[in-house]
């Protein structure tokens, strides 16, 4: 349509940039270095914790006995390779390729040992269960710190450098995993019920089950991570239903007085920052996530967070990741503008991305007919999206402009409103921007889209396909650490690092709109809207108290917030449910999450204690206890022990081999009506000075509650609470009510 073909002063950079041989040149010549920097970066990483100053040292030594000092220090291995050497090389040089090729053995041997020694020191994870408030290890644990420390001192760590020594995921006994189910559920279901449901786990525990686990045992010596692979395929590329609310999570700006007010300033000081972290992900200069300064998390997932799309499918969706990418899409008012973000093989510093970024800004021409509600294909049912985009974008025009977005290092998005925090409502709506936006100015498909509002305000949309809400996170606290105390800004409230030299500039992407893709539009958006209007968000901040008091009940700040959510749904719906709680298993290799189950017997008790009124000596010791198996609980989960995901595992299998399982099926169709997940606050320690309000995710179960809670410093605790409007038992604002009004009540108890 002829529509598609506004805004001419665009138009023209298309076919410049096509011709020009010297941004070719530069292009093909920045990607060549960049693989020859990520060889170089991934040989030092797989040769960790060894390295390859220890073969040059070693290398020396050996040359310098044999020939300089005439001494063998190989036992005769070198003579007896010389003299075989000889026949084809002259003595000095075969005395020379001798004596560096049993250095190298050597030094393999070497490099071996240590990465399988740390390997095995890393399966021991006694030191996660001895208590921290006595500050006694064991002495076994004392040993193992020492051993960890003593092989990983010599060589400081790159991002990758631990991957090769993480242990496998380690599959527990399917006897275990049945008993600790049937605990679980123990406090929700009656005699009767709980009797029916041990019959039939006993069932499959001596029936199926051990031929599943048998098949599950050999994937788990075949494979990274026995539950990784089959967790993102068939919970998130396999699920039809949009990823905007259901899949897709937000994360919020700091709440502190913003640092400028110039959109366009704020944002060429992000897009920079994460380029910056790009880059360091690129070169493995991102220090690798430590829990204790000593024992490393997975970081394979930081891998695909650039240069990432999740493309749809008829049946399954699927993840294209690039290696590298040169440019940013831009979304603004409605229309595409591709961002090149690198000019004569340099990254473009933030003066000239504003520049670039107010050229946007000023363009008055109008979106096509179309246009502007073009991303709400990606907040559309994924078979419907796969269709469209397989009839419309796989030609022509539309496959280029396409292209650019799913290949683009990330979405930025220049949003038209403004996010204020200053009363509930304007927070609740600042979380409801962030999480579905209008439901056709995001780009749900891509790994994130970073959000900059009218008023300078940020946040982020991510997927979770790709990677779990830690990572994003830790890209979150870098950029704004960097905005807020690298890069900064001038009097004016505009960039300050960077020249005033010209860049290429944006060039606004194409679209073709016959009648019937305008229709599927519309359609899409028209099925956004309902689903972004039946959301209740809200967003609640307990500043009572926070870590500080929770501290002094010599309880874990984690397990205190779980039994203030338990006794809130308590008040809320009159029943306890079964409650999902995130854990990661990052301490394996291919980590991902694992579910921690807080509702048990210990957690019941309590909060029907205090729903009773008993006394409240009684009420905080059977908060300790509660609290005390709850931390259990979670540090098995992070040790490979939990439920879930055994038991998920064991079902792909029963359906592999077409095999039912009555007591698979039941587990697998239990709702989760209260969804709970902790945001993690200052993982890298770089915003310690600021009030992280975290981020949030949609409503899981239709009648039932999405709970994100970051604890944000000594005094404040933030609530990300999402419900939905149609359900008829659930209210949001009810419900930060009721949390509000439980962790009052477990205050009093220690008052």
């Known amino acids: 349509m002829a529509e598609a073909h506004s805004a001419v002063a665009f138009s023209f950079q298309v076919t410049h940039e096509g011709m020009s041989s010297t941004a070719v040149w530069l292009s093909g010549l920045r990607s060549w270095r960049n693989r020859f920097s990520r060889f170089g970066n991934n040989f030092a990483s797989g040769i960790y914790p060894s390295s390859v100053e220890f073969l040059i040292t070693i290398v020396a030594v050996v040359l310098s006995a044999h020939?300089?000092?005439?001494?063998?220090?190989?036992?005769?291995?070198?003579?007896?390779?010389?003299?075989?050497?000889?026949?084809?090389?002259?003595?000095?040089?075969?005395?020379?390729?001798?004596?560096?090729?049993?250095?190298?053995?050597?030094?393999?041997?070497?490099?071996l040992f240590m990465r399988y020694s740390l390997k095995l020191l890393l399966m021991y994870k006694q030191w996660m269960y001895e208590s921290r408030a006595n500050n006694k290890p064991s002495t076994t644990t004392k040993l193992w710190l020492l051993l960890i420390r003593a092989l990983t001192l010599t060589k400081s760590p790159q991002l990758y450098s631990y991957q090769a020594s993480l242990p496998r995921l380690p599959l527990p006994p399917l006897h275990t995993t049945i008993d600790r189910y049937l605990?679980?559920?123990?406090?929700?279901?009656?005699?009767?019920?709980?009797?029916?449901?041990?019959?039939?786990?006993?069932?499959f525990r001596d029936g199926v089950g051990r031929k599943f686990q048998r098949y599950l045992w050999l994937k788990s010596w075949w494979s990274s991570n026995y539950v990784s692979d089959w967790w993102e395929e068939f919970v998130y590329l396999r699920g039809r239903q949009p990823l905007m609310v259901n899949s897709n999570f937000y994360g919020i700006d700091a709440l502190m007085d913003g640092p400028t007010n110039s959109q366009t300033a704020r944002a060429a000081n992000l897009v920079y920052a994460a380029l910056l972290f790009r880059k360091q992900i690129a070169r493995q200069e991102l220090k690798p996530i430590l829990v204790q300064n000593l024992v490393p998390l997975c970081s394979a997932q930081y891998e695909r967070m650039f240069n990432t799309t999740r493309v749809p499918g008829r049946d399954a969706d699927r993840i294209q990741h690039l290696d590298d990418s040169p440019h940013i899409v831009v979304l603004h008012a409605g229309k595409f503008y591709k961002l090149t973000i690198h000019h004569r093989g340099r990254l473009l510093l933030p003066k000239q991305l504003q520049q670039l970024l107010r050229q946007i800004v000023a363009d008055q021409s109008p979106a096509a007919a179309g246009e502007?509600?073009?991303?709400s294909l990606t907040a559309a049912e994924r078979g419907v999206w796969a269709e469209t985009r397989a009839q419309f974008f796989a030609k022509g025009i539309n496959r280029v402009s396409l292209a650019a977005v799913e290949k683009a290092a990330f979405v930025l998005v220049l949003d038209s409103e403004d996010f204020e925090f200053a009363t509930a409502d304007q927070l609740d709506t600042y979380g409801q921007l962030l999480l579905h936006g209008k439901g056709n100015d995001r780009w749900f498909d891509k790994s994130f889209n970073l959000i900059v509002a009218r008023n300078a305000r940020v946040g982020f949309n991510g997927e979770h396909s790709w990677a779990d809400a830690p990572v994003m996170a830790h890209l979150w606290e870098f950029v704004l650490h960097y905005d807020f105390h690298v890069l900064q800004y001038d009097a004016d409230g505009d960039c300050r690092l960077g020249n005033g030299?010209?860049?290429?500039?944006?060039?606004?992407?194409?679209?073709?709109?016959?009648?019937?893709?305008?229709?599927?539009?519309?359609?899409s958006y028209e099925?956004?809207?309902?689903?972004?209007?039946?959301?209740?968000?809200?967003?609640?901040?307990?500043?009572?108290?926070?870590?500080?008091?929770?501290?002094?009940?010599?309880?874990?700040?984690?397990?205190?917030i779980q039994m203030a959510l338990q006794l809130a749904y308590l008040r809320d719906v009159g029943h306890l449910s079964l409650t999902y709680e995130a854990s990661m298993t990052r301490l394996f290799r291919e980590g991902r999450t694992e579910t921690v189950r807080p509702v048990t017997v210990q957690s019941a008790a309590f909060v029907r204690a205090v729903a009773a009124g008993q006394p409240p000596d009684t009420c905080r010791e059977l908060l300790r206890v509660a609290c005390a198996r709850h931390q259990r609980a979670?540090?098995?989960?992070?040790?490979?022990?939990?439920?879930?995901?055994?038991?998920?595992?064991?079902?792909?299998i029963s359906q592999y081999l077409e095999v039912d399982s009555p007591f698979l099926k039941q587990v697998l169709s239990e709702p989760w009506k209260l969804s709970t997940s902790q945001t993690p606050h200052g993982q890298v320690g770089l915003l310690s000075k600021c009030i992280s309000a975290g981020g949030g995710f949609g409503p899981v179960a239709d009648d039932g509650y999405g709970v994100s809670y970051i604890v944000a410093g000594e005094e404040t605790i933030f609530f990300h609470i999402s419900s939905k409007s149609s359900s008829r038992t659930t209210d949001s604002r009810r419900f930060a009510d009721n949390v509000d009004r439980a962790l009052r009540d477990l205050r009093a108890l220690f008052l």
């Open 67 to 111: 020939l300089l000092l005439h001494r063998d220090l190989s036992c005769g291995l070198v003579s007896l390779v010389d003299a075989a050497l000889q026949s084809w090389l002259s003595s000095e040089v075969s005395s020379v390729v001798s004596c560096v090729a049993f250095a190298v053995v050597l030094w393999l041997f070497k490099m």
């Open 183 to 203: 605990l679980s559920v123990r406090a929700l279901l009656d005699d009767r019920e709980f009797e029916r449901t041990r019959r039939l786990a006993e069932e």
């Open 372 to 375: 502007s509600k073009l991303a």
């Open 501 to 523: 030299f010209d860049a290429s500039p944006p060039i606004r992407l194409q679209w073709e709109f016959p009648d019937a893709l305008c229709h599927v539009i519309d359609q």
């Open 527 to 560: 099925n956004a809207q309902c689903v972004l209007k039946d959301v209740d968000l809200r967003l609640f901040r307990h500043d009572a108290y926070g870590k500080g008091f929770i501290k002094t009940c010599r309880v874990s700040p984690d397990a205190y």
């Open 634 to 652: 979670y540090q098995e989960a992070m040790c490979g022990k939990g439920v879930d995901r055994h038991l998920f595992c064991l079902y792909v």
